[in-house]
């Protein structure tokens, strides 16, 4: 396969953009080489600048449920294009959108737009610290909550401390506030309330986490989460900017049967465009400003192109609710094919998969949770996705990602990628 200029670009782009991209593991740090550069996308396929042709299993790392460029958005954007970009003032679809969120979710009994993931989790952490009174929250260890300052912490040496920054530029003091426990351990959350009593703003998780790889939680683990959260007058945020409207059209809260207190949004919601969202009990989101006193706000937010572009997405979802059980058929049956191939070579690499999300983990133990996912054999999987990218299947280029089926992939799609993984696996 030929990538010259995908090469070219990408060594240009080295000079004036850190690390020649605009979000980090688009460079292909953790699997080597080089960057594809993408052209245009179209259903369950993008090509890059050199006319090389994938299927795409990473939409965008989430927002293409519909595929690349479905024609009802492409539509929407027309139109909403017509009228101007942006007023800065409120418009009519901002409540269309509130009215559809807040019916698909039944948990979101308000909302607030914002322009990314990132903010809708920040967001949410300020509201519940408002409306607490309290400063201080419980993440899990391999969940991913964007880029906040106080989402960049792991646990420290002495777990039930303080947690440490994973990245420069973070301040002892944000860590400080940030307790770290272990998914699906609910022990691990008892630990940390007993110890910080009545001083816990907020629990965020991934409900179905997508960002150590696929991982479920077990049921008697959430469900436990959310008695304690009740009872300890603690926030319990969902974090479905992944899994909401990708997993069913109420989220992961839909098919765990657990009503969380915040949610936050991103990704499918936003049809493409930057958008993210974060909603939840109106008694909290009264406490959002101009309403309550927790300041928030947006020059962007609510934009006219990016809720057309949501509300087409959120309305195919709410027309057609049997996308999920055909998403979920696709993604048995690429279970299924990927699975008979690692047997085929005598393996017992781990599979996890949640409706239209999965990772192949190259472990042989079952993967529950952060410490058991990486276990996985990087250097293995980098090959793999080598092997899969030069035979024209993008896969996500890092083991702890989630790949994404689209409504758009066909069977035969799912063959061709089926056939590849087998060869691939071959090759290790
Ligand atoms: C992608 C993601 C985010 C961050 O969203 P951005 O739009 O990238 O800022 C937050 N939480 C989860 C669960 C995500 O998957």
Same mark, same amino acid.
């Given at each position: 396969m030929n990538t010259e200029k995908s090469k070219s670009l990408f060594e240009e782009a080295k000079k004036i953009i850190p690390g020649g991209v +605009?979000?980090? #593991?688009? @460079?292909?740090k953790s699997v080597g080489g080089n960057p594809i550069f993408v052209q245009r996308g179209s259903g369950s396929k993008f090509y890059d600048v050199d006319g090389n042709e994938y299927i795409d299993y990473i939409g965008s790392w989430g927002p293409h449920l519909f595929g690349h460029n479905p024609s009802f958005i492409k539509k929407a954007l027309l139109n909403a294009i017509e009228n101007g970009t942006s007023f800065g003032a409120p418009t009519e679809i901002e409540v269309q959108m509130a009215k559809l969120i807040t019916e698909l979710v039944p948990s979101v009994e308000m909302v607030r737009m914002v322009n990314s993931g990132t903010e809708a989790t920040m967001s949410a952490v300020r509201a519940a610290r408002g409306f607490t009174g309290k400063e201080k929250i419980i993440k899990f260890e391999g969940?991913?909550?964007?880029?906040g300052d106080f989402f960049l912490i792991k646990a420290g040496s002495g777990a039930l401390t303080f947690g440490v920054p994973t990245?420069?530029? #973070?301040?002892k003091g944000n860590a400080a506030d940030t307790l770290i426990a272990d998914f699906n351990n609910i022990e691990s959350v008892k630990k940390l309330i007993q110890a910080n009593k009545n001083e816990i703003a907020a629990v965020i998780i991934e409900?179905?986490?997508? +960002?150590?790889g696929t991982v479920r939680s077990n049921d008697s683990f959430i469900k436990e989460l959310r008695e304690i959260c009740s009872n300890e007058n603690i926030v319990l945020i969902f974090?479905?900017?992944?899994?909401g409207f990708r997993l069913a059209k109420g989220g992961a809260q839909e098919i765990l049967g657990i009503t969380p207190d915040l949610t936050t949004f991103g990704k499918i919601i936003g049809g493409g465009l930057p958008v993210g969202a974060y909603g939840g009990k109106k008694e909290i989101m009264e406490m959002v400003s101009p309403s309550g006193p927790v300041y928030q706000a947006g020059t962007?937010?609510?934009?006219p192109l990016a809720m057309n572009a949501g509300l087409a997405a959120l309305n195919q979802i709410k027309n057609h609710p049997e996308i999920y059980t055909q998403l979920e058929e696709k993604g048995k049956y690429l279970e299924d094919g990927i699975k008979s191939g690692i047997k085929s070579i005598g393996k017992n690499y781990q599979l996890n998969r949640v409706g239209s999300m999965m990772t192949l983990f190259f472990t042989e133990e079952p993967v529950v949770d952060y410490n058991s996912a990486v276990k996985s054999d990087t250097k293995l999987f980098a090959k793999y996705f080598h092997e899969m990218l030069n035979q024209g299947i993008y896969f996500p280029? @890092?083991?702890f990602e989630a790949m994404f089926i689209s409504t758009e992939h066909t069977k035969e799609d799912l063959d061709k990628t089926i056939e590849v993984n087998l060869k691939a696996l071959k090759s290790l």
């Amino acid at each position: 396969m030929n990538t010259e200029k995908s090469k070219s670009l990408f060594e240009e782009a080295k000079k004036i953009i850190p690390g020649g991209v +605009n979000s980090p #593991v688009r @460079a292909f740090k953790s699997v080597g080489g080089n960057p594809i550069f993408v052209q245009r996308g179209s259903g369950s396929k993008f090509y890059d600048v050199d006319g090389n042709e994938y299927i795409d299993y990473i939409g965008s790392w989430g927002p293409h449920l519909f595929g690349h460029n479905p024609s009802f958005i492409k539509k929407a954007l027309l139109n909403a294009i017509e009228n101007g970009t942006s007023f800065g003032a409120p418009t009519e679809i901002e409540v269309q959108m509130a009215k559809l969120i807040t019916e698909l979710v039944p948990s979101v009994e308000m909302v607030r737009m914002v322009n990314s993931g990132t903010e809708a989790t920040m967001s949410a952490v300020r509201a519940a610290r408002g409306f607490t009174g309290k400063e201080k929250i419980i993440k899990f260890e391999g969940c991913y909550h964007g880029h906040g300052d106080f989402f960049l912490i792991k646990a420290g040496s002495g777990a039930l401390t303080f947690g440490v920054p994973t990245s420069p530029g #973070v301040t002892k003091g944000n860590a400080a506030d940030t307790l770290i426990a272990d998914f699906n351990n609910i022990e691990s959350v008892k630990k940390l309330i007993q110890a910080n009593k009545n001083e816990i703003a907020a629990v965020i998780i991934e409900p179905v986490v997508g +960002n150590m790889g696929t991982v479920r939680s077990n049921d008697s683990f959430i469900k436990e989460l959310r008695e304690i959260c009740s009872n300890e007058n603690i926030v319990l945020i969902f974090d479905e900017v992944m899994t909401g409207f990708r997993l069913a059209k109420g989220g992961a809260q839909e098919i765990l049967g657990i009503t969380p207190d915040l949610t936050t949004f991103g990704k499918i919601i936003g049809g493409g465009l930057p958008v993210g969202a974060y909603g939840g009990k109106k008694e909290i989101m009264e406490m959002v400003s101009p309403s309550g006193p927790v300041y928030q706000a947006g020059t962007l937010s609510g934009n006219p192109l990016a809720m057309n572009a949501g509300l087409a997405a959120l309305n195919q979802i709410k027309n057609h609710p049997e996308i999920y059980t055909q998403l979920e058929e696709k993604g048995k049956y690429l279970e299924d094919g990927i699975k008979s191939g690692i047997k085929s070579i005598g393996k017992n690499y781990q599979l996890n998969r949640v409706g239209s999300m999965m990772t192949l983990f190259f472990t042989e133990e079952p993967v529950v949770d952060y410490n058991s996912a990486v276990k996985s054999d990087t250097k293995l999987f980098a090959k793999y996705f080598h092997e899969m990218l030069n035979q024209g299947i993008y896969f996500p280029p @890092a083991q702890f990602e989630a790949m994404f089926i689209s409504t758009e992939h066909t069977k035969e799609d799912l063959d061709k990628t089926i056939e590849v993984n087998l060869k691939a696996l071959k090759s290790l």
